[in-house]
């Protein structure tokens, strides 16, 4: 199932300070992580409010980028209707 950007926002913006901002590319990541899982940059903004703005931002924003979650197929059905072909 495709992840929806509006809960995912719902859920930083409940809690920015689990959260913060890659400083290269805006990725949103948790806390722990030591380097950005998009662009593998080691340099973050922390401040809360900017982590909040961007979940906000985040919620409006349409899709641009093709995840790992849109090449999966919706349900097994998929899967087996291309393994018949």
Known sequence: MK????EIATTVANDPASYKLCAVCGAIVDREV???PDCYAYRFDMDVSHVADAALDLAVMPRMAVSH???????????DADDES
Do not use: K
Not at 69 to 79: G, H, K, Y
């Open 69 to 79: 979650f849109d090449l999966m197929p919706d349900s097994a059905d998929e899967v």
């Open 3 to 6: 992840p929806d950007l509006r």
């Open 34 to 36: 030591g380097s950005c």
